[in-house]
Structures are given as C-alpha cells and as structure tokens.
C-alpha cells in the first residue's frame, strides 16, 4: 500500500526518497532580524528525520525592501549563509533534502515593516494590506533578478540542494505574472510573455550563476481568483514559458492575497480543492508538478500520484500536524498520524500557553515547533497517574505519559471519550476533528493508558488508585443565564449537536460566536430554520477571518438571519423580547431555542483532592474556558514534566 506516495522521484538533478514534500511555510522560528535559530533547525531536522523527500525551508526575502513579515527568514547578505549552513547540514544528517524559498514581498508588505514604501510592477496597493506601491523602473527590475540570483547563490553556498521562486499568492513574481497587477508597458508586461520576463530571467540568471544542474521550482497560482486575475488557460502557457527557461519543476497552488481564505484554507474547504489546476498544469509540461492543497490523508496522497494529477505532493500543515507523517506512511502505522483537522489555531497565529511563545505549532500536537525542547521520554520512575476527564486535554496528557513509562488510568463520566470534540465535530465541515479522538484512542491503546467510560470521579474513587499524580480535566460546562421564561423550550448547543436534546423546526440561536454560528450552520444543513442574535455588534468575533469567511457566505446562501446588537431580555411562548439600539424588539414564531452564550470552568474535585495527593495538576477549560489548543499544551507539558 501507498506505493505510489513512497516511489523515489527527483527534481533536477536532486534525488528525493518519496513523493512527500514538506512546502515553504513562515514558522515564526526565526530571528526578528531574518537568522536561522536553533528551533527551527530542530523544526526542520525532525520533518527530515520524520522522512519527507523534500524539506522546503519556509519563504526567504533577497532584498529588504521585499520583506513580508517581521520575522521572516533573510538571505539578502552573506551573513545569513553560516546559520542557513548549520540548518542544511541537520537536514542532510537526517537525510533528507533541502531546497531554499525565495521571496520578495513587492507590493504585499507594509512600510512598517520594511521602512520603505513598498515597491511593485504598478502602483497598485494589494486590497488588503492597503499600501500604496511605486512602481519599480525597469533598471530596478533588472536590479532585482540579480538579486534573486544572488540569493540563490547564498543558498548554494550554504548547502541547499536547490531552490523554489515564490511565484504565488500575489508576491512581486506572481505580481510581474499576472494582469490584475501588472499593467507595464516595458518589456515586463503587456503580454503574457512579457508578464512572464522576470521570473523567466530569475531562472535564467540562477542557472547562469548556480549552474544548469542547480534545480529551481517555481510556485505559482493555476488562478488567483479575483477579476482580472490569471486563469488556468494562461497558467499553462506561463508554465511552458517557465519550463522553457530552465525551471526543473512547478509548484502549483492558488489565490493571492485578496482572498486569503482560499491560501491556507480551513477545514470548510474540501480536501484537495486545487488539485484540478495541477493535472492541467501537467497536461501542458514535461517537468514534475507538485500539487497542494488541503492534503491530509495518506489515501488521497498516494491516490493523487496513482492517478496522474502530480508527480509530487505538498503536505503543508499535515508536516506541521506530524513530523514522521512519510514514516508512518512508510511503516503502515497511517492511524497514529497527528491529522490536520483545518482548525487554523497553532498553525495560524494563535500564540501558546507559554509567554512570547508565537511560533507555529499544532493545536493536536504540541510538541510540533518545540522538537528541541519539549520532548517525550522515558522516566526512570513510573508513577501511578489518574486523569479525570477524557476530552482531547485528558487524552493527549494520557497517551504522552503512558509513553514515558507511566502508569495511567483515564476515568471519563460518558460512554464515550473526546469531550467538547464530539459536539464540536457535528457541523458542517469539522468532521475532521474526529480524526483527532481517533488518533489520541490509537495512541492511548498503544502505549496502555487505560480509559474507564462511564465512570464519575468523585475525590473517593480517585483516592481508591492509590495515585502519585492527579490531572484534573473536567473540561467547562455550558453557561445557562438568569433570563425569565415565559414557556419556550430551551436547550444548550452542545445538546442538540450532540443529539441529547431535539432540535426545533424553527430555532432562535441564542449567541453569536462561533458555537452559535455553526449550530446554525449544523441546523441548516437538516432543514431545520435558524436566527441568530448577539449582543455585541459583530457576531463571529471569536472565530478565525477564514473560517468566519466560510461560515457567513454558508448562512447567508442558506438564508440564517443573523441580528447584532440584540440582547434576549426575557423568553416569551414562542420566541425573545429583546432591546436593541433602536428600543424594544419581538421575536416570534419560533418553538425552540437554543443557547450559545459561552462556558465557563468546570472543576469540582480540585477542592476536595488538594493536600490527599503528592502532585495535583488543573488543565484546560477546568481552568479557564479557552480553545482546545490550550488544554492539548498542558495536558502534554504535565505529562513530560511527571
């Protein structure tokens, strides 16, 4: 099985040991001035050592002035080549291959970034950083190939193995590229050819200054999805202007700035949604293509591969989600990979439990982006652990121990394990997050941690496990408010996702968040009806601007009135009356509703455990009301620290 995912292939004249790579992703692992550091060589080394063919070091500006981020990594000087050499080398030791990212942000930076105004093929600020760019002379432009090529030559010089042109996602290439960016009357716009002259003399000038035998891939977008932006059909021809030039593969992603749902997309989107553009890419080339996209799963991985549409596959947050995803493809062990379930927390900007700790990581794996510090092993004293509660934070603190030697007998009060998850999962669209109860399950068979279902934990039965280590995980309980009720029947979200409770024909959703939106969405997609209000003047504030993008255009599509700044003052037989900006406002006709308002912790052994047992520790909701991430972290700290 998976044959088609673990065949060697080769880009250029680099060899690679899959059909696995790992793509160029900002990590935040890096010095605010753009050197490499020692987290983000283990970062690297660990997605080597875990068996990816190709290990592409996240995006590197050549220049200053086309920096994206504070915090990105820099090549734009020979001083970045020692430490870009330390992270090859552990790269190479681990065997794996490594090509460098070149990057140059044109118009898609800020001045407060660079210290410059942005520079871009026209002077057209990108729609959503708002910056207004000058236009580059065409001397400047030339400037810039050499730049480019003199990038390459540092990451030459440091050991990579090659390197990849950031072409996509609206960059300065893919702005020279396309006609939404580009309206130059030089040779460097116009036509396609001529959009197509700077990344065309980019490769020319590295395979003049690395050599012909250098491999350079290029990534581009098979369309950007905005008006007057490039489409597939000229995509192809692009992509045999680029083959032509020297370009030893094509990386084909999606989308520019503009719509930055679609880039790195959440859950909402389907597995695989771009891969389209990739088999048409390869009907038109004869160098490899590399597809991605939402690609999670070992099967649609290798199925991708069997049936033609790439000859290599990019799993971007499914590498950050698990390092050994390759080896365990490898070893037949595909139901102990950490999935990617589209939540857009660790991976996207949600900082960890730890201060100033903004580096990428996994909300389901932890120990991702702290492979140098936060590590999994054997304790020369096995303790006799007792975990209450099996949500994901209870499960992930139980598997982790169990693997260090420990003891652990999990006690959950429902039949089932997951917690929070399993109503979670019931929405459109976050099925996925099931597989991460799957995997914690296997993990937790695996090493031994006993899970006992329907059992309640009282301070008594704990005692009765003569434990050394209590972790309390009793997660948070729905919070239910002091409103008068004249006769409506009322029920909790996580009640009727979970289907403990009937949902009504016509609900009024009490709460705006995101538990109140995608119930919504949830009754929807049952044909049931749905409104929804909150009190403050945005709903959707606590969700992710992607997923948010998702849900919205779901609700709206499917008729879900949504009305803010509207406070539930009492219930009435068959709906609210509540007070809005405007005065007074009455909602009829409903027979159901149902309460999205928020949780707050549920902790009731803490109390009566303290000062019975040597080492007792509180995690997750039963803390504080947080997301999964957080109680995921703690859980795993505690567990290598016991």
Known sequence: ??????????????????????????????????????????????????????????????????????????????????????????????????????????????????????????????????????????????????????????????????????????????????????????????????????????????????????????????????????????TKAVAKLLERAGADALHISLGVYAVMPYLVPPSNVPVGFITKYAEAVKKSVKIPVITVGRINDPVLADSLIEDGI?????????????????????????????PCVGCMTRCNGTPGVLPGDYGV??????????????????????????????????LETAWVAAARGHHVTVLEKSEKAGGQVLPGCMPPNKTELARAVKYYLTMCKKYGAEIKYNTEATAESVLKYKPDTVILATGAAPIFPNIPNEGIRIAQANDILSGSE????????????????????????????????????????????????????????????????TKVERFTVDGAVCSGKDGEIQLSGFDNVILAIGSKAYNPLEESLKDKVSELHVIGDAVKARRIAAAVEEGARIAVSI
């Open 1 to 234: 099985m998976f044959e088609n995912l673990l065949q060697t292939g080769s880009i250029g004249n680099a060899a690679l040991r899959n059909r696995m790579i790992m793509p160029a992703m900002g990590s935040a692992h890096v010095t605010m001035d753009g050197h490499v550091t020692d987290e983000l060589i283990e970062y690297f080394a660990a997605r080597a050592r875990g068996g990816f063919g190709l290990v592409i070091t996240e995006y590197t500006f050549v220049d200053p002035a086309g920096q994206a981020n504070p915090g990105q990594l820099a090549i734009y000087s020979d001083d970045f080549i020692p430490g870009c050499r330390r992270l090859t080398g552990r790269v190479h030791a681990e065997g794996g291959k490594n090509f460098m990212q070149l990057h140059h942000a044109g118009r898609e930076t800020m001045e407060q970034t660079t210290g410059q105004q942005p520079a871009a093929p026209s002077v057209i600020p990108c729609p959503l950083l708002g910056s207004r760019p000058r236009e580059l002379s065409t001397e400047e432009v030339y400037d810039l190939i050499e730049k480019f090529g003199d990038g390459a030559v540092r990451a030459q010089k440091a050991g990579f193995d090659g390197v990849e042109l950031h072409g996509a996602h609206g960059y300065m290439i893919a702005q020279f590229l396309s006609s939404y960016s580009n309206k130059r009357t030089d040779e460097f716009g116009g036509d396609i050819t001529g959009r197509a002259r700077f990344a065309v003399e980019i490769i020319k000038n590295i395979k003049e200054k690395c050599g012909k035998g250098f491999p350079v891939c290029v990534r581009i977008s098979g369309e950007e999805l905005v008006d007057g932006g490039r489409q597939i059909a000229e």
């Open 361 to 394: 990581s996994c909300a389901f794996n932890p120990f991702s982006g702290h492979e140098g510090s936060l590590k999994i092993e054997k304790t020369d004293a096995p303790k006799n652990v007792v975990i209450v509660g099996a949500g994901v934070g209870g």
């Open 310 to 338: 790439a000859d290599f596959v990019s799993l971007g947050r499914g590498a950050i989600a698990d390092a050994e995803f390759p080896l365990k493809v490898q070893e037949n062990r595909t139901d102990e990979i950490s």
């Open 502 to 565: 009937e949902m009504g024909y016509n609900n009024l959703v009490v709460g705006g968040g995101m538990v109140g939106l995608e119930t919504a969405e949830y009754l929807r997609s049952e044909n049931r009806g749905a409104t929804v209000v909150e009190m403050l003047d945005k709903a959707g504030a606590d969700m992710h601007p992607s997923i948010a993008f998702f849900v919205f255009k779901s609700l709206k599509e499917n008729g879900v009135d949504i009305k803010t700044n």
